[in-house]
């Protein structure tokens, strides 16, 4: 197995994100991975919600 | 002598507080003239390490947003702890956990469930969830684990001030960073806001009357909502009483009732509990039953009262069966 280059966190940028990039023994990238790391789960808490409050809901996924 | 150093951190949030710190606009050049910015993911390159790195207590200040709800959050929080002299929990997500605080009304389970399986755009045919870790080509890729249940910061670190609001004021950041320049902070555990509710500060308050009495609490859709006269005396759900001050009514000033980001004033300690109650003594009831006809007809009352303080009250999730 080659190197686990691992940037954590990518910075400047709204979000959290993670880059994984594995190398193979040529150090040629063998296999990169972006991962975000943070879910809130708006898809699940919006149900059940009064409708007119949706809007202020919704636009805290993201305030950017 | 050197500045003293100060760092930005967000959980689980929206980035709507970092666009509060940059909405201080010109004033932002007067925070770096007075401090040195020393971490702060959004707009500077740092990594887990070089926080790691940090000598304890190095920091002067952390101001950290967003709720706590995976084990990431909760390491990074704690390192920063350490590295800290004061821990600042910045919005409405760290001080009572916030709009992503509502998802204590569902469990981790169900979220993935609707995330990852059932949700209309989802594409994942072989049914995907994210694991904690994940061994491929000899190494193993790791991602946090999701909680069950969202926490707010000082559920998981000690905190030693909290500025208030989704996203907190401008007026309020300037005041608190003034107060730690200065030394003049209050004593530790304050909400850096003014002590009183907001309907001691609304332009309407000359229009509610001394006497209130709601016979019916009415959605916005269902009014043609008057600019002049009281929100709550037009019989809409607005939590101005039991929400603290320092929000300039920006919501009011909107023509929308207030839905409580800033939280509770200091003789409160459950907002959810002190709203409804607020909107109970209003009620036009002379009996239980009316009572229930009146505040029956709030629709969805736990994300209502408690639509960004779910985390930090005595209800804190639902429960688990």
């Known amino acids: 197995m080659g190197k686990h280059i691992i940037v954590d966190p990518i910075t400047r940028l709204e979000g959290h994100g993670k880059i994984d990039i594995i190398l193979n023994d040529d150090g040629n990238v063998d296999r990169a991975y972006f991962q975000v790391p943070e879910l809130r789960g708006f898809e699940q808490f919006a149900i059940g919600r009064r409708a007119e409050d949706l809007p202020q809901i919704t636009s805290r996924i993201c305030g950017v | ?321």
């Open chain 2, 1 to 321: 002598m050197s500045k003293p150093k100060v760092g930005f951190y967000w959980c689980a949030s929206c980035g709507g507080c970092e666009e509060a710190v940059v909405d201080l606009n010109e004033g932002v050049l007067d925070v770096v003239e007075a401090v040195d910015i020393v971490f702060w993911p959004v707009a500077l390159d740092f990594k887990r390490s070089d926080v790691e790195a940090m000598e304890d207590g190095e920091m002067a200040v952390c101001f950290i947003n967003g709720a706590i709800r995976n084990s990431e959050q909760k390491e990074m929080v704690e390192i920063l702890r350490k590295k800290s002299g004061l821990i600042v929990a910045f919005g409405s997500c760290s001080h009572m956990g916030g709009i992503p605080g509502l998802a204590n009304l569902h469990d981790k389970e169900s979220i993935f469930n609707r995330v990852y399986h059932t949700v209309p755009t989802i594409d994942n045919p072989d049914g995907t969830i994210p694991q904690v870790e994940t061994s491929v080509c000899g190494t193993t890729v790791e991602l946090p684990e999701f909680w069950d249940t969202v926490r707010t910061l000082n559920q998981v670190i000690d905190v030693d001030y909290y500025l208030p609001g989704c996203a907190p004021p401008v007026n309020l950041i300037v005041g608190a960073v003034t107060a730690i320049l200065e030394g003049k902070l209050p004593e530790k555990g304050a909400v850096l806001a003014p002590d009183k509710a907001l309907c001691d500060e609304c332009d309407r308050r000359e229009s509610k009357p001394e006497n209130l009495c709601i016979d019916e609490f009415k959605r916005p859709y269902q009014i043609i909502i008057d600019e002049e006269e009281c929100l709550l005396a037009q019989g809409l759900l607005c939590l101005g009483s039991a929400t603290r001050a320092g929000c300039d009514s920006i919501c009011v000033k909107g023509n929308m009732p207030c839905t409580g980001c800033m939280g509770p004033t200091s003789r409160v300690n459950d907002f959810g509990a002190k709203a409804l109650s607020a909107m109970a003594s209003v009620a036009n009831a002379n009996d239980e039953k009316d009572v229930k006809r009146i505040i029956g007809g709030i629709a969805d009352p736990v994300g209502s009262f408690n639509k960004y303080s779910l985390p930090a009250s005595y209800l804190h999730r639902k429960v688990r069966k």
